[in-house]
């Protein structure tokens, strides 16, 4: 019984895991992308009616970035997790 409930308590972690990076890094870098676009002031009242570019608002951006950096650190983190040993051995640098 106790081999179950540990394999049960390791494939919740690694599910846990694999959604958050699987699918919550996209999630929230497309986030980003939408943030951009929302609430943007729309430029396309132009006199021969042509459209021009839509500019973001300040809040729009600062989310972007925000959720753009948060991507980022996520993938820096996972690198330097990957890397953890060789950074160790190498040049005597721990991370983790």
């Keep these: 019984?106790?081999?179950l409930?540990?394999?049960?308590?390791?494939?919740?972690?690694?599910?846990l895991v694999g959604l958050l990076f699987g699918a919550?890094?996209?999630?929230?870098?497309?986030?980003g992308l939408r943030a951009l676009d929302s609430g943007a002031s729309d430029l396309s009242d132009t006199t021969d009616g042509t459209?021009?570019?839509r500019v973001p608002t300040v809040t729009?951006?600062?989310?972007?970035?925000s959720c753009f950096a948060v991507v980022l650190i996520a993938i820096a983190a996972g690198i330097?997790?990957?890397?953890?040993?060789?950074?160790?051995?190498?040049?005597g640098l721990h991370f983790f």
């Design 51 to 53: 459209e021009r570019a």
């Design 80 to 91: 330097l997790m990957l890397m953890s040993d060789f950074l160790a051995s190498t040049f």
């Design 5 to 15: 409930t540990d394999t049960v308590s390791s494939l919740w972690q690694v599910v």
């Design 60 to 65: 729009g951006r600062v989310l972007a970035w």
């Design 24 to 31: 919550g890094l996209p999630a929230v870098f497309a986030l």
């Design 1 to 3: 019984m106790t081999l």
